[in-house]
């Protein structure tokens, strides 16, 4: 099991940036997909982006391709999600989570952060 942990949420006005990370404990970490997903008010969770273990294979949402970039740093058990142009329709809780298997599924996901609040306001 990992342990998650997401900062770097807060409200930005669109257009703007912001950067999250998700710390990890545990030492499967460097082995794991990792990924984001995001809920927002009302909605589903829903899958912005994947990272595969060596950080060579990434995927993403049609929504957020070309305006966000998510990376990793298994030195420092860390995944990253760089959000560009952001949109009032990206305001939603981005959460962080582990897989072993590589997927873009949330159910295939075994470990999940608790969450970072994004607004983007217009």
């Known amino acids: 099991q990992v342990q998650l942990v997401e900062s770097g949420g807060g409200l930005v006005q669109a257009g703007g940036s912001l950067r999250l990370s998700c710390v990890a404990s545990?030492?499967?970490?460097?082995?794991?997909?990792m990924g984001w997903f995001r809920q927002a008010p009302g909605k589903e969770r829903e899958f912005v982006a994947a990272?595969?273990?060596?950080?060579?294979?990434?995927y993403y949402a049609d929504s957020v391709k070309g305006r966000f970039t998510i990376s990793r740093d298994n030195a420092k058990n860390t995944v990253y999600l760089q959000m560009n142009s952001l949109k009032p329709e990206d305001t939603a809780v981005y959460y962080c989570?582990?897989?072993?298997?590589?997927?873009?599924?949330?159910?295939?996901?075994?470990?999940w952060g608790q969450g970072t609040q994004v607004t983007v306001s217009s």
């Open positions: 989570a582990a897989s072993v298997l590589g997927s873009t599924r949330e159910r295939q996901y075994h470990s």
């Open positions: 990272i595969g273990w060596s950080g060579s294979s990434t």
């Open positions: 545990g030492r499967t970490f460097s082995s794991a997909t």
